[in-house]
């Protein structure tokens, strides 16, 4: 799951916020407008903070489900830091 954030190629590269390690999974589903679904762990060596969410007719994963993923890293970063150590 960490590698989907850290590779060059990785689904959710894109969700890759500085100063946050994180590991996620990405999941697109159904037909057109499709379902996006992702997972992730923040600190995956020390875990304090997991999420999970469904988007809805929200497209690709890969792109709007990421997008979503680090509005929350952004967010948490702000208001929990001492969470994400």
């Known amino acids: 799951?960490?590698?989907?954030?850290?590779?060059e190629q990785?689904?959710?590269?894109r969700a890759q916020v500085d100063g946050i390690q994180t590991a996620m999974k990405t999941g697109t589903a159904g037909e057109r407008?499709?379902?996006?679904?992702?997972?992730?762990v923040?600190?995956?060596?020390?875990?304090?903070?997991?999420?999970a969410f469904h988007l809805?007719?929200?497209?690709?994963?890969e792109i709007n489900g990421a997008a979503v993923a680090s509005r929350l890293q952004s967010q948490?970063?702000?208001?929990?830091?001492?969470y994400l150590q």
């Open 1 to 7: 799951m960490k590698a989907s954030v850290e590779f």
């Open 10 to 13: 990785g689904t959710a590269r």
């Open 33 to 40: 407008p499709f379902d996006s679904v992702m997972i992730g």
């Open 42 to 51: 923040i600190n995956p060596a020390s875990p304090k903070i997991v999420f």
């Open 56 to 61: 809805d007719k929200g497209g690709k994963c």
């Open 76 to 82: 948490l970063k702000v208001i929990a830091p001492e």
